[in-house]
T-cell receptor, first 115, second 113 residues
């Protein structure tokens, strides 16, 4: 079945450091891929998305490229800020024959950025 | 994107009681979903709320425990029945839009004592 695997956290970085959070997936067909962010005490916000191979999603300085050959969708940011501290979830959509629109989430990666 | 609200935002309930969570969307949407996020965990889909028909439940979730209503295209409720401490979680509703993305409500934080 479809699944998403994220690197384990927590990830602790100093402000202005480079961020990479790894995400790989297993899926039949051609899923859409997403990164969601959950700030402390809040719900999930869609950070970025990519709908087909080689697409690059970007938002708020974050980027991720849909790599079909490596089944990956790694999240990157060149210079993190304290305000980026949150939990980041990688997810894929179920776009199989049932086309249910379900999202399958990775386990989440906690990012803590220190001043 | 749609604006989604949930009520209540949090509650503390006693074992054996039930709680109904409301989800309201500011526009008509076809697909609505209910998720559970246990403490420190990822999200698990409970069910898809279908307008005008019964909800579609995921493996491990049953209608008797989590009855869902979807009376129209902007509103849904999830009831957590006969609660136990293991039901302490954040419950989130979401709506499907666009290229299969979903937008989430702020969540309902439930603590069962």
């Amino acid at each position: 079945g479809n699944s998403v695997t994220q690197m384990e956290g927590p990830v602790t970085l100093s402000e202005e450091a480079f961020l990479t959070i790894n995400c790989t997936y297993t899926a039949t067909g051609y899923p859409s891929l997403f990164w969601y962010v959950q700030y402390p005490g809040e719900g999930l916000q869609l950070l970025l998305k990519a709908t087909k191979a080689d697409d690059k999603g970007s938002n708020k300085g974050f980027e991720a490229t849909y790599r079909k050959e490596t089944t990956s969708f790694h999240l990157e940011k060149g210079s993190v800020q304290v305000s980026d501290s949150a939990v980041y979830f990688c997810a894929l959509s179920d776009r199989g024959s049932s086309n249910t629109g379900k999202l399958i989430f990775g386990q989440g990666t906690t990012l803590q950025v220190k001043p | 994107s749609a604006v989604i609200s949930q009520k209540p935002s949090r509650d503390i309930c006693q074992r054996g009681t039930s709680l109904t969570i409301q989800c309201q969307v500011d526009s008509q949407v076809t697909m609505m979903f209910w998720y559970r996020q246990q403490p420190g965990q990822s999200l698990t889909l409970i069910a898809t709320a279908n307008q005008g028909s019964e909800a579609t439940y995921e493996s491990g979730f049953v209608i008797d425990k989590f009855p869902i209503s979807r009376p129209n295209l902007t509103f849904s409720t999830l009831t957590v029945s006969n609660m136990s401490p293991e039901d302490s979680s954040i419950y989130l509703c979401s709506v499907g839009q666009g290229s299969y993305e979903q937008y989430f409500g702020p969540g309902t934080r439930l603590t069962v004592t």
